[in-house]
């Protein structure tokens, strides 16, 4: 069993910046796929960025060229840094591994705003 804790979010004015993390409570294997989803009030929760077993990213087209996924085997996390930030990147952030199964962690709060 696995679990994903994530963190790093918080409040961030248009145009600014935050990077997420997300622990894993195992071991991560390069085999694994991770991602970070969202999902904002009123909306179903989307993929943002996926990394895969050898260093693949996909992005969805709403944030390619502002944020960037990124892992660390050794210290079994996952990263998001998000730059250039807008109001309608508010939303709760999932970290998502695929390993023989899915795991979610519990979500972390990225609220975008001036």
């Known amino acids: 069993q696995v679990q994903l804790v994530e963190s790093g979010g918080g409040l961030a004015q248009p145009g600014g910046s935050l990077r997420l993390s997300c622990a894993a409570s195992?071991?991560?294997?390069?085999?694994?796929?991770m991602g970070w989803h969202r999902q904002a009030p009123g909306k179903q929760r989307e993929m943002v960025a996926r990394?895969?077993?050898?260093?693949?990213?996909n992005y969805a087209d709403s944030v390619r060229g502002r944020f960037t996924i990124s892992r660390d085997n050794a210290e079994n996390t996952v990263y998001l840094q998000m730059n250039s930030l807008k109001p309608e990147d508010t939303a709760v952030y999932y970290c998502?591994?695929?390993?023989?199964?899915?795991?979610w962690g519990q979500g972390t709060q990225v609220t975008v705003s001036s």
């Open positions: 990394i895969t077993s050898r260093d693949n990213t």
């Open positions: 998502r591994l695929d390993r023989r199964g899915v795991y």
């Open positions: 195992g071991r991560i294997f390069s085999t694994d796929v």
